[in-house]
């Protein structure tokens, strides 16, 4: 059975604390490997690791720092299939789907390749007589990152392509449930040219991320998980002096009014709702129909469930996998045993069918519809994190629009209408970061920033894109007078920046 280790100073290292958790191909619920689970010492070494190359990684030339960018993403696009498939085997989404981690993931590499332009800072000259002023943006030194398990690949890129970019060190703390990925990641990054130390993975639990967030040396923790976990992290850093930026939960809303384009709104709830089994954080998990074409979205919708192929995610054919675990399975089967009771109709029932990949050990549940849900249900109350799309019927726009604004979460939220006037409103009245005008999932490229509002987020700054630069670096104002700059020398030779 496949180990899978730490990895410090630009190699693996495992772990001597005598304590791992298994790792599941969830397609068979076979085990096929043991993740190591770092101890406080382990963490520590990764730290000192991380701390000595900050020396001289921050003292990079910025052209030097954005080769190694440069290289990674000629690898990480040169590898895309190989880790589009190591992230299936123990995540269990589709093949094709990894390949969209991984196409989205290779885009905030591009980003950081131009670190040169996004950490300048501002000049004014003459401020006061002889005094000039200007702005530098430096990096913060070591910082850490946590990620969730659903996107293995993805999510680390969107931390660590800016931070190293920007002159930090890093350590990750990947999920204990798909971890494989994170070491191929450290491979490809020695491989690009960055220097031993700058980036260093602890696999491990709690006890390995509470160490990293008292631990005086980590300077900045970036955090993507759920919101009880984000907001604990969030609390925990901040209290330990530490920049924070933590990602919870969602519940997305997609509003479909009269007027839409209902089979395009079909569609597009289909794919949101069901691709990668329901595990995004900007999954669809509500349709908000308004009342006068509900009856025919819902038909809509459940026509097109049963075309969806269910099945291991390497199979090419199959356009859905199973579920991260057994137990998370079962707690997102519980939703839809309880929603009957509360008064929710179960239009179409994942639960028959399931794929019957070795004998029916795999993770999976089927796509599943439930109506008339109210938000006193706890299939609308909780984020469900599966293949469940609940439809709350609304009165129309106003109706629509209080939903969403009083869910406590806020990651992401699509109106579907083909009235300009429509749209232009929901995206100003509505309590959500990230909004989708026709578009069900609206992930921001790599040049904006990635974050929700309220309780899927807790801190000030979004993710990558121009926060992640801002995040990774803090500024410092230079105020100079200089009388007589008098030294100078001859030098024929064509000014060269390394
Ligand atoms: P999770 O919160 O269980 O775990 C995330 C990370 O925190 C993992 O590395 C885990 O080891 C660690 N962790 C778990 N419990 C901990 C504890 N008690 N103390 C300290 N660390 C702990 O999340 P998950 O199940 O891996 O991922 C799914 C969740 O992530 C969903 O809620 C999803 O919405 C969310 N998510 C949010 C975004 C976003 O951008 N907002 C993106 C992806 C996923």
Not at 173 to 187: G, H, I, N, R, T
Not at 229 to 248: C, D, F, M, P
Request: net charge negative.
């Amino acid at each position: 059975m496949k180990r899978i280790s730490h990895w410090i100073d630009g190699r693996v290292v495992e772990s001597t604390s005598g304590n791992a958790a298994p790792v599941f191909d969830p397609a068979t619920g076979e085990q096929t490997g043991a993740v190591d689970l770092a101890s406080v010492d382990e963490v520590d070494a990764a730290v000192a690791t991380a701390r000595a190359a900050a020396v001289e990684w921050r003292a990079t030339p910025l052209s030097r720092r954005a080769e190694v960018m440069f290289r990674l993403r000629e690898l990480f696009d040169a590898n895309r299939k190989e880790i589009a498939s190591i992230v299936s085997a123990e995540h269990g989404k589709v093949v094709s789907d990894a390949m969209g981690e991984v196409a989205r993931g290779l885009e905030n590499i591009e980003f950081a390749c131009g670190i040169p332009q996004l950490m300048k800072g501002e000049y004014s000259e003459q401020a006061a007589g002889g005094i000039d002023v200007y702005s530098i943006r430096q990096p913060l030194g070591v910082v850490a990152g946590i990620t969730p398990f659903n996107f293995p690949a993805m999510v680390p890129v969107w931390m660590f392509a800016n931070a190293l970019a920007c002159g930090n060190t890093f350590v990750l703390k990947p999920s204990e449930k798909d971890p494989s990925v994170s070491l191929y990641l450290a491979e490809l990054l020695a491989q690009a040219g960055l220097p031993s130390g700058c980036f260093n993975v602890v696999q491990g639990d709690k006890a390995a991320v509470d160490r990293l967030l008292e631990h005086p040396d980590i300077a900045a923790v970036s955090f993507v998980g759920s919101t009880p976990i984000a907001k604990y992290i969030y609390e925990t850093g901040t209290s330990n002096g530490k920049r924070v930026q933590a990602l919870g939960g969602a519940k997305n809303h997609m509003l479909v009014l009269g007027d839409a384009d209902l089979d395009m709104a079909a569609d597009a709830a289909v794919s949101a709702g069901y691709g990668s089994a329901g595990e995004r954080c900007m999954a669809i998990s509500v349709v908000l129909a308004a009342d006068a074409i509900a009856d025919e979205l819902v038909g809509k919708i459940a026509e097109r469930i049963p075309s969806i192929k269910v099945g291991p995610g390497d199979e090419p054919d199959n356009e859905m996998g199973p579920l991260i675990t057994a137990e998370h399975r079962d707690r997102v089967r519980g939703y839809v045993d309880g929603a009957p009771g509360e008064g929710a109709t179960v239009v179409v029932d994942g639960r028959e069918g399931v794929a019957d990949a070795n004998g029916g050990q795999g993770f999976f549940l089927n796509p599943t519809l439930l109506d008339n849900v109210s938000t006193d249900m706890a299939c609308y109350r909780d984020e469900i994190f599966g293949p469940v799309l609940s439809v709350v019927r609304v009165g129309g726009y106003q109706d629509g629009i209080e939903t969403i604004n009083a869910n406590q979460f806020a990651n992401g939220t699509a109106i579907f209408t083909r009235d300009g006037g429509a749209a232009r409103q929901f995206q100003f009245d509505v309590h959500v970061g990230m909004v989708g005008l026709n578009v069900p999932i609206p992930v921001p490229v790599s040049y904006y920033s990635f974050g929700g509002w309220k309780a899927s987020l807790f801190g000030d700054t979004h993710m990558y894109g121009p926060e992640g630069i801002n995040f990774y670096t803090r500024g410092k104002v230079v105020t100079s007078r200089w009388p007589d700059p008098a030294t100078s020398r001859v030098d024929l030779g064509f000014p060269e920046t390394r």
